[in-house]
């Protein structure tokens, strides 16, 4: 959510920022944006007129009453029934109208950081760096066909009971899969220092305001009554802070949580992508993380995340990019992402496995979730930060394709035997 007074007293900075991140005629929206807002203050002022007159007269009623002079109080009394009238109507437009600027504002998505790339789509994207070394020789199968193979993955009973978009795991292959998010989770609490949460899977529609996906991207959700099912723990984790006033003191040292969570997503805007195999499900689990900070530390934060995620990939030597997203790739509340992409095999590219983004006070205004330095009155916005510290399934999917053998099992990688009971090998 942006403040309407950053707008009102930098117009050129919105209307380059919105341009630069693929918003249609920003400048005529900006002039829209001032243009209500006008008109909200033009009511407002109005109706604390009329209420100040209102009460004026009122007390001079009383004060010709008291003198007898009815004739005078007769004229109050029709001037306050009129001042009624005018503050009425004052308020209706004032309600109106701020609708009218909240919802128009509630739309629009977070402006880029100053040393994010330009670009239109992913092609506009930097590489930022590559670890490891991408297989060239051996075995490049895909996933999918590696599972069903060996009996462990399940699509068609999965399509019959679910539709498209769903898959069984089963046997070993379910134990690898449990292995990755526990080593995960290990990881990320024990030598990361994020706190485990176990948060809800379903939340109430202000949650998914507070990080962005209401109301835009109602769509790409799935509601059970009230509530809705959450695309990524992000929303339940960061929401902890929501309408709160916390003491400096919490934020001394970054609030660092942790979720492993199923995640449930309509995918309404990826219709014939990655339709056949794990990559892009309507059910996935995923670890992530959330962190909360003081404006000033949520840089540093950011880069901290993302080495936090890459270290998850160097443990099971999965080779990956870093790659810094352009203005036009970005989410709707980042102002600036990384992406973590992992080399597949069998689609000889890196794909996407993590993304982290830091959100400014973007998501902390639509919770309202500020902190009070020491020593002030005045209350600031916290910084949010989100990332994957990695989605299960996609990992997954690499462990698969790069660890798989000659044979057709899958070596399971070194980091994970412990949590595999001492098994070597998936399938074999």
């Given at each position: 959510?942006?403040?309407?007074?950053?707008?009102?007293?930098?117009?050129?900075?919105?209307?380059?920022?919105?341009?630069?991140?693929?918003?249609?005629?920003?400048?005529?929206?900006?002039?829209?944006?001032?243009?209500?807002?006008?008109?909200?203050?033009?009511?407002?002022?109005?109706?604390?007129?009329?209420?100040?007159?209102?009460?004026?007269?009122?007390?001079?009623?009383?004060?010709?009453?008291?003198?007898?002079?009815?004739?005078?109080?007769?004229?109050?009394?029709?001037?306050?029934?009129?001042?009624?009238?005018?503050?009425?109507?004052?308020?209706?437009?004032?309600?109106?109208?701020?609708?009218?600027?909240?919802?128009?504002?509630?739309?629009?998505?977070?402006?880029?950081?100053?040393?994010?790339?330009?670009?239109?789509?992913?092609?506009?994207?930097?590489?930022?760096?590559?670890?490891?070394?991408?297989?060239?020789?051996?075995?490049?199968?895909?996933?999918?066909?590696?599972?069903?193979?060996?009996?462990?993955?399940?699509?068609?009973?999965?399509?019959?009971?679910?539709?498209?978009?769903?898959?069984?795991?089963?046997?070993?292959?379910?134990?690898?899969?449990?292995?990755?998010?526990?080593?995960?989770?290990?990881?990320?609490?024990?030598?990361?220092?994020?706190?485990?949460?176990?948060?809800?899977?379903?939340?109430?529609?202000?949650?998914?305001?507070?990080?962005?996906?209401?109301?835009?991207?109602?769509?790409?959700?799935?509601?059970?009554?009230?509530?809705?099912?959450?695309?990524?723990?992000?929303?339940?984790?960061?929401?902890?802070?929501?309408?709160?006033?916390?003491?400096?003191?919490?934020?001394?040292?970054?609030?660092?949580?942790?979720?492993?969570?199923?995640?449930?997503?309509?995918?309404?805007?990826?219709?014939?992508?990655?339709?056949?195999?794990?990559?892009?499900?309507?059910?996935?689990?995923?670890?992530?993380?959330?962190?909360?900070?003081?404006?000033?530390?949520?840089?540093?934060?950011?880069?901290?995340?993302?080495?936090?995620?890459?270290?998850?990939?160097?443990?099971?030597?999965?080779?990956?990019?870093?790659?810094?997203?352009?203005?036009?790739?970005?989410?709707?509340?980042?102002?600036?992402?990384?992406?973590?992409?992992?080399?597949?095999?069998?689609?000889?590219?890196?794909?996407?496995?993590?993304?982290?983004?830091?959100?400014?006070?973007?998501q902390a205004r639509r919770m309202d979730a500020r902190f009070k330095r020491d020593g002030e009155k005045k209350t600031e916005f916290v910084h949010t930060l989100n990332g994957s510290g990695l989605a299960v399934g996609r990992t997954l999917v690499a462990i698969m394709e790069n660890y798989q053998q000659e044979d057709g099992s899958i070596r399971v990688p070194d980091v994970l035997v412990p949590y595999m009971g001492g098994l070597t090998s998936v399938g074999g």
């Amino acid at each position: 959510m942006h403040d309407i007074r950053a707008i009102r007293d930098n117009p050129a900075a919105f209307v380059s920022g919105w341009s630069s991140r693929g918003v249609e005629e920003a400048d005529g929206l900006v002039a829209d944006l001032l243009r209500l807002d006008g008109e909200l203050r033009a009511a407002q002022t109005t109706a604390q007129d009329g209420l100040t007159k209102r009460n004026a007269a009122s007390k001079l009623i009383g004060a010709a009453m008291a003198k007898k002079d009815m004739a005078e109080a007769d004229r109050l009394k029709a001037e306050v029934e009129a001042l009624k009238a005018d503050i009425a109507a004052a308020e209706e437009v004032e309600a109106n109208v701020g609708k009218e600027l909240r919802d128009l504002l509630a739309g629009l998505k977070n402006i880029a950081a100053d040393d994010v790339p330009d670009g239109e789509d992913e092609a506009g994207n930097v590489e930022v760096s590559r670890w490891g070394t991408p297989r060239e020789t051996g075995p490049a199968k895909d996933h999918a066909d590696l599972g069903e193979a060996l009996g462990l993955l399940d699509f068609e009973a999965a399509a019959r009971m679910s539709g498209s978009r769903f898959a069984v795991i089963k046997g070993q292959l379910a134990r690898l899969e449990r292995a990755v998010a526990q080593f995960m989770l290990d990881t990320q609490t024990d030598q990361n220092g994020y706190l485990e949460v176990n948060s809800p899977y379903m939340v109430k529609a202000d949650a998914m305001f507070g990080t962005g996906q209401l109301p835009k991207f109602e769509e790409d959700l799935f509601k059970a009554g009230e509530h809705y099912l959450i695309p990524t723990a992000e929303v339940s984790l960061t929401n902890l802070v929501r309408e709160q006033i916390l003491p400096e003191s919490e934020l001394a040292e970054p609030i660092r949580m942790t979720a492993l969570t199923p995640c449930f997503r309509a995918e309404a805007g990826s219709a014939g992508r990655d339709t056949r195999g794990l990559i892009r499900q309507h059910q996935f689990t995923k670890v992530e993380l959330v962190s909360i900070t003081r404006p000033e530390d949520s840089d540093a934060e950011h880069e901290r995340m993302v080495g936090c995620a890459e270290a998850i990939l160097q443990a099971l030597e999965l080779p990956y990019r870093k790659m810094l997203l352009c203005k036009g790739d970005m989410g709707f509340s980042a102002q600036k992402t990384y992406d973590l992409e992992v080399w597949l095999p069998s689609q000889n590219t890196y794909r996407e496995i993590s993304s982290c983004s830091n959100c400014g006070d973007f998501q902390a205004r639509r919770m309202d979730a500020r902190f009070k330095r020491d020593g002030e009155k005045k209350t600031e916005f916290v910084h949010t930060l989100n990332g994957s510290g990695l989605a299960v399934g996609r990992t997954l999917v690499a462990i698969m394709e790069n660890y798989q053998q000659e044979d057709g099992s899958i070596r399971v990688p070194d980091v994970l035997v412990p949590y595999m009971g001492g098994l070597t090998s998936v399938g074999g």
